[in-house]
């Protein structure tokens, strides 16, 4: 599968503030990287495609998908 559509989503205060508040509730398991790419997921409203599923699984409210 090939990638049609890619956007580099800089970072914006609101992205920080998020994975901020998702590092409070997070196990040592979630690097900071994680953390915002989760949190820019979650601030998109989009979901997160990825191989790396178990890391991103317990985060509430983002829709996590297996990369094929």
Same mark, same amino acid.
């Given at each position: ?5 890619l956007? $580099?989503?800089?970072? &914006? +205060?609101? $992205?920080?503030?998020r =994975?901020?508040?998702?590092?409070r509730t *997070? &196990?040592?398991?979630?690097? *900071?990287?994680? /953390?915002? $790419? =989760?949190?820019?997921a979650?601030? /998109?409203?989009?979901p997160? $495609? &990825?191989?790396?599923? *178990?890391?991103? =699984?317990r985060v509430?409210g983002?829709?996590v +998908?297996d990369?094929?």
């Amino acid at each position: 599968v090939a990638l049609l559509f890619l956007s $580099i989503v800089p970072p &914006t +205060k609101e $992205i920080a503030k998020r =994975a901020g508040l998702l590092a409070r509730t *997070r &196990t040592k398991r979630n690097q *900071r990287q994680d /953390l915002l $790419i =989760a949190a820019t997921a979650l601030e /998109l409203g989009m979901p997160l $495609i &990825t191989k790396n599923v *178990r890391d991103f =699984a317990r985060v509430r409210g983002l829709v996590v +998908k297996d990369k094929p």
